[in-house]
């Protein structure tokens, strides 16, 4: 790592986590040893109660920081995630980094703020991200630092314990240690000082793919009269989200706990999974009082005792005839609980709008969303019909892209999508009900203005 140019304080928390590791200390968070968390103030409900004027103070004193890491390499991309094209706004292609630039520079002529932003890029998206902001005229940002970056650690050979060697693409030996280093990130870097002596109190921490964690005076508010030193964002779940990492409450200690589902044990899954009895999922969007958060760093250097996640790849991800490994991580919401009185908020669906696959970006390209003019993404519901593209056709996508030439197929008469076999569509194309379209063992297209329903390309007398 030292020959790799990395800081020592990069070195410590490696160092932790593999020793976490080598010590073969559980990674599970057993059914038996927490508490579901059931009951959750709902923003909805304590809006009315939240003192205005204090919430837009509060929102004056409050940092938007994104996590900007991301190469979006599932989809076949090369460069940063946040540069893949989302939707256009007025004839204008909008990219996510386009977006969260027009909601910081809305939120701050409305509440006449200063929210800075600042962007956790890796060595391979700090370029070409950056070039994006300094090229934005309407964004200005002087005495605090637009980005801070993260740090990489070698990937973990499972046979040997030793760094992986890939001579084919060195680049692939490491890896970033997950989200979780964003605060010893922001620790080495300096910048919690630097936002402490310009008067921010609240970070506000998110990724650069969810555009629905937009900046809130509601939110900032109900942190700051709360007294807690970080909050965590949680969603109802849906059974979309059963997988998904969600906060209990550890049975010996009282505190919250983020369980990724990694940390779950085999025999617990059907617990873990149950949305009934595990009501909320965390959406990543994080709250933190920065006083608090840089003492509670100083005490111990910079690195944070987060639970270790074992996440296990091969060395080349796209080929699974690589060399297995082991990526050693940790997650940004598991500092919930480092805290005391650390606390959650129920925020409705509108505020986790994530892009992970072509899946889900079919959905914000489609016609169930609409972007503002304060370059907010609106759907009528946030009850969104299930789509499924064929992953040999569709994963990628430049693949995506030149299957669907003119835009992506209306959704707002469908409750589904699936798409089995290499289809390509032209002009406005409308789905309707549980649309679906088979396999037929070639290249096969949905002409101009047809519909697509339960029976595939539909008859033209179908109605």
Known sequence: MRDHGMSDIAIAQFERLYHVWQQDESEWIREADVEPLTEVPAIRDIHADIDHDQACEAFKKTAFLKLNGGLGTSMGLEGPKSLLPVRRHKARRMRFLDIILGQVITA?????????????????????????????????????????????????????????TFEENPELEWCPPGHGDVFTTLWESGLLDTLLEHGIEYLFISNSDNLGARPSTTLAGVFAQSDAPFM????????????????????????????????????????ATDIAKHPY???????????????????????????????????????????????????????????????????????????????????????????????????????????????????????????????????????????????????DVRCFSAAVLEDEGHPSYVPNGEFVGPLGVEPDDWQ
């Open 108 to 164: 701050r002529a409305k509440q006449d703020a200063s929210l800075p932003l600042i962007l956790m890029n890796s060595f391979r998206t700090s370029h070409d991200s950056m070039a994006v902001l300094q090229h934005n005229r309407r964004f200005v940002q002087h005495d605090i630092p637009m980005e801070i970056i993260q740090h990489v650690e070698p990937k973990i050979d499972i046979s040997t314990g030793l760094p992986v």
């Open 281 to 427: 999922f965390n959406t990543n969007n994080i709250w933190v009082r920065v006083r608090q958060l840089r003492d509670r760093l100083a005490q111990t250097q910079g690195v944070l005792a987060l639970p270790v996640i074992r996440n296990r790849k091969t060395v080349d991800p796209t080929d699974s005839t690589t060399t297995p490994v082991l990526q050693l991580e940790t997650a940004m919401g598991a500092a919930i609980a480092l805290f005391d009185g650390a606390t959650c908020v129920e925020v409705d669906r509108p505020r986790f709008l994530p892009v992970k696959t072509t899946n889900d970006l079919f959905i914000m390209r489609s016609d169930r969303f609409h972007l503002t003019d304060s370059y907010e993404m609106e759907d009528g519901n946030y009850i969104f019909p299930e789509v499924d593209l064929d992953p040999r056709f569709y994963k990628n996508i430049a693949d995506f892209d030149e299957r669907f030439p003119y835009g992506v197929p209306s959704l707002a008469a469908a409750k589904s999508f699936t798409v089995h076999g290499d289809w390509t569509f032209g002009q």
């Open 232 to 271: 965590v964002e949680v969603a109802r779940r849906t059974p979309a989200d059963r997988k998904g990492g969600h906060v209990v409450r550890d049975r010996k200690t009282g505190r919250l706990m983020l369980r990724e589902m990694s940390q779950v044990h085999p025999d617990d899954k059907e617990h």
